[in-house]
């Protein structure tokens, strides 16, 4: 991963929440009631979890303030845990607020959230690392474009709900998605055995999409910019499902319906089992 540049996304959050508050304001009363993709989450709930995502961001990495200490957290898993909980307790106590006070609260916070982005220097040490893409310690850059991420598919879980998903499945908005998505390829395939200059080719597409190539060198994967060797595997993948393969949008039985694999399957397939969340 050191090989591949980082990936600069401070200046899309503004146009991300441009949309997303557009998006918001454009609802019928029904349409904040639509289940999602986000099986429990129902559109009004997202936007609540949008809300504790910023506010959390400008308490914690902003303020330096830490509400809520996590107990007993040893492990991934128990993170996870720790997070769902939280998760969980904001949205269940805004139920309480309207579409309309979520949708000021989302401005109000949204402006000061991406003014603190804007002060991060790139490449010094971020206050939480990319755990699912295996890191104990991570740049500003990428803990950024994973914040990134989060707003991102977030948005999108709801607009798939009301039918407008296809606004940010430009090359703008979702190839930064994801190019930070698929720096977990390495993580993700540390367990799969090959042999030296196995190489697999990603393709997602679409006009958001692009090409990704993970080789096995030295007993490890690591992402490369430029093949030298002809694939053992090809991974096509159809972009308007890639981004729901990687946030447990969608049941490995439909994406296999819809993945292209040529060559080595076993390689091939284990794509779909890829997070690029914290679940």
Do not use: C
């Amino acid at each position: 991963m050191q090989n591949l540049p980082p990936i600069r996304t401070s200046h899309l959050f503004p146009v991300l929440d441009q949309k997303l508050i557009e998006l918001l304001r454009s609802l019928s009363k029904a349409d904040w009631e639509r289940s999602t993709v986000a099986s429990l989450w129902k559109v009004k709930d997202i936007a609540a979890h949008l809300l504790d995502g910023n506010l959390r961001t400008l308490s914690m990495a902003r303020d330096g303030y830490f509400g809520v200490q996590p107990e007993g957290v040893d492990s991934y898993q128990s993170l996870v845990g720790f997070l769902n909980g939280l998760n969980a307790d904001w949205v269940k106590a805004s139920q309480r607020l309207s579409p309309g006070v979520l949708i000021d609260l989302l401005e109000w916070t949204g402006r000061q959230y991406n003014e603190y982005i804007g002060t991060l220097n790139d490449f010094e040490p971020a206050i939480f690392s990319v755990a699912w893409a295996g890191e104990e310690q991570s740049p500003n850059w990428f803990h950024i474009a994973r914040e990134y991420t989060e707003k991102w598919h977030h948005q999108q879980q709801m607009r798939l709900a009301v039918g407008k998903d296809a606004d940010l499945l430009t090359k703008e908005l979702y190839l930064p998605y994801l190019e930070t998505s698929m720096r977990a390829l390495p993580h993700h395939y540390r367990n799969q055995q090959a042999n030296a200059e196995v190489l697999i080719h990603f393709r997602i597409t679409g006009d958001g999409g692009g090409d990704w190539w993970l080789q096995y060198q030295n007993e490890g994967w690591k992402l490369i910019a430029l093949a030298s060797v002809a694939p053992t595997s090809r991974v096509t993948i159809p972009g308007e499902i890639a981004w729901r393969i990687f946030t447990k949008g969608i049941s490995r039985q439909e994406a296999e319906t819809q993945v292209g694999i040529t060559g080595d399957e076993r390689l091939g397939w284990h794509v779909l089992s890829m997070l690029a969340v914290m679940a």
